[in-house]
Every structure is written in C-alpha cells, then in structure tokens.
C-alpha cells in the first residue's frame, strides 16, 4: 500500500496537471495552493489572502467560497477579470479534526463568453429585420 506521503505528491501532481485552474484556501481565506496553470495565469499568491490574487482589497460581496462553507453545497458565479471571464466553482471541505478548507476552482469560459455575445447580436438583427 502506497504511503500517505506518495498519495499526497501524486495528488499534487494529478492536480497540477488538470485544465481547469485550482487554489486551496484555509478558514481565513489564505491561498495555501495554487496548481501549475493558476499560476502562470495569476502568479504565485501562496500565502495571500484569496481576493488579492484578482486585484482586490477587500473580500468579494458575492464570495462563493463563504457561500459554500454556509451552505455545505458547491457554489458557483461567473466573473470577469480584465479581458477574460471565469466561471468560479467553490466547495468547502473538512477532514477529520481538521478545520475547514476550501477549493476554489477556475475555467476560462471567455470563448464562450464571446460566442453568445455574437449570437444575441445575430438574434437583435434577425429581430430587427422581422420587426421591419
């Protein structure tokens, strides 16, 4: 049986190689790990508080992340920072007499963002054209 440190570094690794960007914050809301690609997205905000990472302050109005430690469900809003637009899932965790964490992840959705922005510029010709 592999140990529990080998478990550890293989899910570091299985997590540094996935698409989508992932952090790992603790109660007070400190980034405690971010895999490889948030890190070439945003720099290394290992030690910082969450809402430093995308240029803010203070902590967000609408924060996922507490909503998920509230409700116990994942959570999940869109937004946009600079030219690109995320879709942020949140979800808390707790291990046994650990305190609670939470996992953040971010997907780049700008591609899509930009599509149904064409589109419902095409549907506002298409019902202008049928209103003329």
Known sequence: MESLLN???LTTAVIDRMDAMVRVMDEDRHILYMNDKMKREFGNFCGHNCYEMIGQCENCLNCVTM???ETGDT???E???GEKHYRLIA???QMENSPKYSVEFFVDITKQKKLEEANRRHFD???EDIEF
Do not use: D, F, N, Y
């Open 7 to 9: 478990k550890e570094l």
């Open 75 to 77: 959570e999940s809003k």
């Open 125 to 127: 010709r298409l019902a």
């Open 79 to 81: 937004m946009q920072l």
């Open 91 to 93: 979800s808390s965790v």
């Open 67 to 69: 909503q998920a430690r």
